[in-house]
């Protein structure tokens, strides 16, 4: 008799896996109907399996519902129903990959042959026996051993009918398929000769279908013109056999101590005991090692999937690779991970060559040690890479290492690609278990070696923007300390013009005296500035009217000018480092007595909400909107002869540093008023409550 249980349990555990399985199928279709927007991207081959899976699970489902009522006929019709949704999943696959309609007509007539000679040969064995072999209780099974038949001879036609190469995405299909139809065949076979069912056949072909499942699954896995996208995780796969396998040492050592204990030896129980520790350390080493991790998934993992790589993870992880925030770890260690990880290689290193050099110097090495020399253009390596397009494999090229000669053990030299240029390449050891380097490996290789060559770049081409940045503050500093020796050393020519009359007069000496040391210690200080970054003024509180008084006193002694200061009376002060605060004075109060010819020049000083506005108003010709738009603040652009044209943006600079800016009011014909703006720091600050 049959054990109730067993029957009812492993049929409900085959209708839950087949039910399973047809939903996942249906959830994709639906999936991939949503993201192209109409239903007509539903793959009818998917619909096909998910129908013959939902058919399965059903059939499973009524037997373990109604194993033992009197509805079990009901379980019978179902099972029917099942072996045409398989057919009619065959010979819809048939039908996609034989397009040749003599091999159709080849594949059909060789099953209604079969269904002739089942149909004419029952009553010759009838005949022959002298007894009845078709009745109404065998024409069930002899229905469904018709169906299996054919269904066998269709899958044979399918597989041989489809071009080698191609038969990678249907072999576990076939396998899994044909090992069904053939528990079929020998179940109804048996039941047809001894005319009554093999009740141990019947309990163990649920078991058999549910062994099936997974096979089906891979299979729609592997085949991507089923578009069914069945994804599963190579983690999972991964440790899941990883489990599996040192599950099976440990069993394996347990049972070998188990033995040797059971044997009668006194050290038996000890060495039962020393065996199973050994094993328990014995596993944590392996699963621990890269080597058996990388030999593990190249034995199993790889061989369930129909791309070699999950492209999505292994673009994430060069990403997250190249990106990573750890400070300590550079892009040189960085860019050779990304690279290595590809082909589970240990250890590289990286070349890279500025666009100004022709040779490829070392840049950083993992795990290998450093490149004394350089790789010049000339070298035979060097050609090998084709433009950064060719993946080179050392072994077969021994003149290549030449130039890699302090470097061990290296196996692959990738191109780092960007935009067409060969910037350099990445040499990697061996990997550490045998890997199989094949197309799917070669253009993954070629993926990431352009992504690295983009990082490498990038960080190139910022650290030429760091350079250039630093060059041009430096130039910048330059450029200001040659404008302020150059209105010093106008101030001193002006003094000589004036010498040449008031020279007998010992007040003129004084002030003139007063005049070069001060211009002397000028020039010292805007020498010493160039030493310095130009953030690092000392900004300290100023009083703004005393500063203009003397620059308007050392303009007049120099070009003896008619000046007009007027203030407010205000005592606020400005944050800002004194010698640009003079410099910016004396440059605009040049300019506006220039641009005066001998008229008077007039300055303003005042205070308005929270500013300290100083206006240096001149009546000369004014200038042009486009003027002050386009020329007056760019560098180097000057109208005067034997300017430097860095005055007005220096000016402009200086006062935008300490919070400010510089204005300009002007009008064609009517004079321009350049305002300073500085914020103003009041006399006496009160102090803040804690």
Known sequence: MFDLPAVVGLHALCALAYGFLSALILARQVGLARQVGTAASVNRTGLWLAAACAATAIWAGAVAVLWGTRHMGWASWLELARIVAWYGFILHLYRQTITARRQMLQAFATMGLLALLMVGGLPLLESLFHQQVVSIATLGPVIRLGFAVSSLLLLENLYFNTAPDARWHINLLCIALGGLFLYDVMMYSDALLFRRLSLPLFEGRAPATIVAAPLIALAAARARRWKIDIHISRDVVFHSFTLIAAGIFLVSIAATGEIVRRGGAEWGYVAEVTMIFAGLLTVAVLVTSGSVRSRLRILFVDHFFSARYDYRREWIRCIETLTASDAYVGLHKRAIQAVAQVVDSPAGALFVRAPEDVAFQWAGSLNMPAATEPIPPGDALVPLFRDGDWIVVLD????????????????????????????????????????????????????????????????????ILDQTRQLREYSQRFAFVIHDIKNVAGQLSMLLTNAEVHADNPEFQRDMLVTV???????????????????????????????????????????????????????AGIAIDPEAFDAVLTHLLNNALEASADAPVRIDVRQENMRIVVDIVDSGPGMAPEFVRDALFRPFASTKGDGHGIGAFQARELLRDAGGDLLVLTRMGEGTTMRVLLPAVPAAMPLLAR
Do not use: M
């Open 396 to 463: 077969d090229y021994p003149g290549a290492r030449a130039g890699l000669g302090a470097l061990p053990r290296t196996w692959l030299a990738v191109p780092l690609n960007h935009f067409g240029n060969l910037i350099g390449f990445v040499v990697l050891a061996e990997s550490r278990a045998q890997f199989r380097l094949d197309r799917e490996a070669y253009e993954l290789l070629r993926v990431v070696g352009r992504e690295v060559a983009s990082r490498v770049a990038e960080q190139r081409a910022a650290q």
């Open 517 to 571: 040391r001060a211009s002397v210690g000028k020039i010292g200080r805007l020498l010493a500035r160039l030493q310095v970054d130009r953030q690092e003024r000392n900004h300290t509180l100023v009083a703004p009217l005393e500063h203009v008084k003397a620059v308007v006193e050392a303009c007049q002694i120099a070009r003896n000018a008619s000046i007009a200061l007027h203030d407010d009376g205000s005592n």
